[in-house]
């Protein structure tokens, strides 16, 4: 089945730094994919939908130059978390829309665990 | 008001069990609903879609009443390896971009 992957799957970091996360579709060309964060017994909450080739549309309350996504390719979008605090660390997953023969699936990446010091 | 609401658990069986978890949907005019499963620390994975005329998986079932809003998951002859959590997800709308919109999950465990 189709694949989609995520690196790096955990990264531990210091309150001001970068960090950049990828998200790969593996065997299908994805247009759109989306990020989500989920905090501890919490659902996944979604932040933001990439599009290849355009701006990534953001949900309400997520900051656009703190998230910066980029959907370079039909198979790679990246979400840099810039500036790192505390509270940022999370549990972000991504997922890839296949909308081949019709039918739309969402495959979801394995997850980058974030832990910011 | 929550765009999906479950309900809190978590449930806590024994094995042999049946199970059923409910969850409610605000949006009247939603199309497209799921069952997701999510183990600790790990992403969600499609468990089964729901359909209008209710649909059934080996030991799962599931059913969607539109006039409700209401969309229900029983396991039967529940399993050790049935312990997760359980996410109700509906699609959005076309104007929402038919992004997944999550419940909060329901916790089960399935004891000895």
């Known amino acids: 089945g189709a694949v989609v992957s995520q690196h790096p799957s955990r990264v531990i970091c210091k309150s001001g730094t970068s960090v950049k996360i990828e998200c790969r579709s593996l065997d299908f060309q994805a247009t759109t994919m989306f990020w989500y964060r989920q905090f501890p017994k919490q659902s996944l909450m979604l932040m933001a939908t990439?599009?290849?080739?355009?701006?990534?549309?953001?949900e309400q309350g997520v900051e656009k130059d703190k998230f910066l996504i980029n959907h370079a390719s039909l198979t790679l979008s990246t979400l840099t978390v810039t500036s790192a605090h505390p509270e940022d660390s999370s549990f972000y997953i991504c997922?890839?829309?296949?909308?081949?023969?019709?039918?739309?699936?969402?495959?979801f990446g394995p997850g980058t665990r974030l832990l910011v010091l | 008001r929550k765009e999906v609401e479950q309900d809190p658990g978590p449930f806590n069986v024994p094995e042999g069990a049946t199970v059923a978890f409910n969850c409610t949907y605000s949006?009247?005019?939603?199309?497209?609903f799921f069952w997701y499963r999510q183990d600790c620390r790990k992403e969600p994975k499609l468990l089964m879609s729901v359909y209008s005329s209710g649909n059934e998986d080996g030991r799962f079932t599931a059913q969607l009443n539109r006039a409700s809003q209401y969309i229900s998951l029983l396991i039967r002859d529940s399993k050790l390896s049935d312990s997760a959590t359980y996410l109700c997800?509906?699609?959005?709308?076309?104007?929402?971009?038919?992004?997944?919109?999550f419940g909060q999950g329901t916790e089960l465990s399935v004891k000895p």
């Open positions: 949006n009247s005019a939603s199309q497209s």
């Open positions: 990439s599009n290849e080739g355009s701006k990534a549309t953001y």
């Open positions: 997922s890839a829309r296949d909308l081949e023969l019709g039918r739309e699936t969402q495959y």
């Open positions: 997800v509906v699609r959005g709308l076309y104007n929402q971009g038919g992004k997944l919109i």
